[in-house]
């Protein structure tokens, strides 16, 4: 029979694998950026916690970097267009509901492929648009279609590694 410690002992346990469960599925996550496409923000081998909660409670603001699934993978990507948006990449610009997205300052270089927006695109009243910072080596919205509310898993907090990078994420 086990004697009071090591009910203890297991009880601690127990309670603290129930608390890091629900902390890692619904509160915040490690994830690591897999890839060129939101340089110059974020590069690649970056480890990042991902903020799941503050989405329960607001909703996604124009370039908050969010993350959210494609198949059998995650994309990090930036929200540039809002529900109700009309979206519209020419001339290698981003426009918004007809004006030109100048407080855009990150995703600086002229756009070369505007995908499937080439012609206006107007979101659903969940839908949004998300671009790469490296928005000509970005498999984003312009191929993807706009990604739903509740496809997002959350936003970007924090860069954990590399260590000289280490803090919040703009």
């Avoid at 970005?138 to 990604?147: E, F, K, M, Q, T």
Wanted: charged share 30%; proline share 5%; glycine share 8%.
């Amino acid at each position: 029979m086990l004697d009071k410690e090591w009910m203890k002992t297991i009880l601690y346990f127990l309670v603290m694998f129930i608390c890091v469960y629900l902390l890692i599925h619904y509160v915040g996550q490690r994830t690591v950026v897999d890839g060129a496409s939101m340089e110059t923000t974020l590069y690649d081998g970056d480890n990042l916690i991902l903020n799941k909660i503050s989405y329960r409670f607001s909703d996604p603001e124009r370039f908050d970097i969010v993350v959210f699934p494609v198949e059998d993978d995650y994309y990090i990507k930036r929200v540039i267009g809002l529900p109700g948006e009309k979206v519209d990449i020419r001339d290698g610009k981003v426009y918004i509901n007809g004006e030109e997205l100048t407080s855009d300052v990150y995703g600086r270089e002229p756009i070369i492929y505007p995908g499937m927006v080439d012609l206006p695109l107007t979101l659903g009243e969940d839908e949004y648009f998300c671009m790469g910072d490296n928005r000509n080596n970005s498999n984003d919205s312009r191929d993807l279609g706009p990604i739903s509310r509740e496809e997002l898993q959350g936003k970007i907090w924090v860069r954990i590694f590399p260590f000289n990078k280490m803090g919040p994420v703009d």
